[in-house]
């Protein structure tokens, strides 16, 4: 992304903000999806590993406050990278799969679903008369096959042919393609602020896992061998909060600008998410949340390989 300084305009609109907090040092902990959003969304981290049955997670933690859950998705609802995911999706109060072009989640690689589908049901939840909301969005972004995760209107860079050279264009498009959505959704969320000035509201972009396209070895994906490469667990993360949000606890907004820098896991989000909402449950462990005046940023980062990303020399 040009917002984290790539030569490649591949975020014009979200370039031009200057509503955004943007974080320039956080990895994910795996770099698949299953493992990555399940772990993102619970309590269970890599230093903490916590039994399944055990595990509370953020849509518990925010439906026992009085949230409303959303979860809208266009990845597939079915198939092996798929299925545990949609299980957990359940839970929430509302639900929706919009990617219905394929049988399985590899069939869904090779077909486009589009992520403006997510936006008309994005702007249906927000009307939603709840008092309290956690609307979740999960996107197909940017996973493979690149090519299929944009319309025409966004072939904006040129391959000079080769499939090394093609792919690498098909990714910035998608990350293009991406800008717009993205960028789209955060105006209908400021356009429905004005609408209810007095709701403290918030919204975070994250990966679910970084992509390596061609930056480590010959190969674009985020499968790995062994060792995991810098590219697969390198993601953006950033937030946007509301006029109100901010005149509600300006010292929290402070601390997020304050952190921006500092190094984070997203293992540890479900503490975040839960700190940054204003909810008061004794589960969030302070430390662990990157909005917090006492997170801790000393904490190793050793990932789903065993390795520190922090002694990562590729
Ligand atoms: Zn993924």
Redesign the pocket.
């Known amino acids: 992304m040009s917002l984290y300084g790539a030569k490649s305009k591949t975020t014009p609109k979200l370039d031009d903000r200057t509503d955004l907090i943007l974080y320039n040092n956080v990895v994910s902990p795996y770099s698949?999806?299953i493992n990555?959003?399940l772990t993102i969304l619970t309590q269970t981290n890599l230093e903490k590993k916590i039994d399944i049955l055990k595990n509370i997670d953020i849509l518990d933690v925010f439906h026992s406050s009085g949230f409303k859950n959303f979860w809208i998705s266009n990845q597939s609802p079915i198939g092996v990278?798929d299925n545990q995911i949609t299980q957990f999706a359940r839970k929430s109060d509302r639900c929706e799969f919009v990617n219905m072009t394929s049988n399985s989640s590899y069939e869904a690689t090779y077909t486009a679903s589009y992520d403006e589908k997510i936006i008309a049901p994005f702007s249906e939840a927000l009307q939603d008369s709840a008092k309290k909301k956690l609307i979740i969005l999960h996107l197909i972004?940017n996973?493979s096959s690149y090519s299929k995760r944009y319309p025409t209107d966004f072939n904006i860079f040129e391959g000079d042919g080769s499939k090394k050279s093609n792919t690498i264009a098909e990714y910035k498009n998608s990350l293009v393609y991406t800008d717009f959505i993205v960028d789209s959704m955060i105006n209908i969320l400021i356009k429905s602020q004005r609408l209810n000035t007095n709701t403290a509201t918030s919204l975070l972009y994250i990966?679910?896992?970084g992509e390596n396209v061609y930056d480590h070895g010959e190969k674009a994906g985020?499968d790995y061998s062994k060792v995991v490469p810098k590219a697969n667990v390198e993601i953006p993360f950033f937030l946007w909060i509301s006029p109100y949000f901010q005149s509600l606890d300006s010292s929290k907004t402070q601390q997020t600008i304050l952190n921006k820098n500092k190094p984070f896991v997203t293992d540890d989000l479900f503490h975040a998410l839960i700190d940054l909402n204003f909810i008061k449950t004794k589960f969030p462990e302070k430390g662990r949340s990157v909005f917090n005046p006492i997170f801790n940023d000393k904490r190793k980062r050793i990932l789903c390989d065993g390795k520190d990303y922090d002694e990562k020399v590729d």
């Open positions: 698949s999806t990555s959003v990278w972004g996973h990966s679910d896992h985020h």
